[in-house]
């Protein structure tokens, strides 16, 4: 579980950065949040591979995740559009992470079945 809630952290970080990085654009102070917000997301991604979590895994989740976050709140903190392509983009997206995520599943079960059958 804490695998995930740190995962969590670097997705919120990240997301806080992308999103000050366009509000410094009127208020410069913020780049300040922008650069604390990339390396605590950095960080926290650290941590997740360091637990264990598969990379392609991590950096999927990671990354998708940061894109929808990132278009949904930017849609209602600065008025950009939202329209029926990006959410469609959207929906893509989550696709893909969810086979990802599936796919690493899939292959942890397939790699310890092989080490069973080789002991």
């Known amino acids: 579980m804490t695998v995930w809630l740190l995962l969590f952290g670097a997705i919120l970080s990240e997301v806080t950065a992308t999103l000050s990085l366009r509000g410094a654009l009127d208020r410069p102070a913020l780049y300040g949040v922008v650069v604390v917000g990339y390396a605590l997301s950095f960080a ?3 941590l997740v591979l360091r637990r264990g979590m598969g990379l392609g ?16 709140l930017s849609a209602l903190l600065f008025g950009e ?21 599936l796919g690493s599943h899939r292959a942890g079960r397939a790699t310890e079945a092989g080490a069973e059958v080789r002991a």
């Not at 989550?94 to 995520?101: L, R």
């Open 44 to 46: 926290f991604l650290a």
């Open 57 to 72: 895994v991590a950096y999927g989740i990671w990354a998708a995740s940061g894109v929808v976050l990132t278009a949904l």
């Open 81 to 101: 559009a939202f329209t029926l392509m990006k959410a469609s983009g959207i929906v893509l997206i989550a696709a893909g992470v969810a086979v990802v995520e």
